[in-house]
């Protein structure tokens, strides 16, 4: 299953979500199938997000959407985020 996990840092994680959350109507125009938001212990305005998609061209389509910049902005991202594209291998859960 082709991913985008994306990794940055936020200025304020209550002043992030909503606009993260707004911004899903983008993700599913591309193909995504679902997320999970993820905190780094001990700094939780580190923020590490794993967006599913459905097709290796949706995921690589929405890293490229054009409104990423403005939503990354409006949600206070600090700096440039670290992106990667990745095809599942193998998961499960315990």
Not at 16 to 29: C, L, N
Not at 71 to 90: F, K, L, S, T, Y
């Amino acid at each position: 299953m082709p991913k985008v996990i994306v990794q940055h840092r936020v200025a304020d994680y209550d002043q992030w979500f909503p606009v993260f959350t707004e911004h899903e109507a983008v993700r599913r125009e591309h193909g995504a199938t679902g997320h999970s938001v993820n905190r780094v212990v001990g700094d939780p305005n580190s923020i590490v997000i794993v967006n599913d998609f459905a097709t290796l061209d949706g995921a690589r389509a929405f890293s490229q959407d054009p409104s990423l910049p403005a939503a990354m902005a409006r949600g206070g991202v600090e700096g440039a985020p670290q992106v990667w594209i990745v095809d599942e291998a193998d998961a499960r859960r315990y």
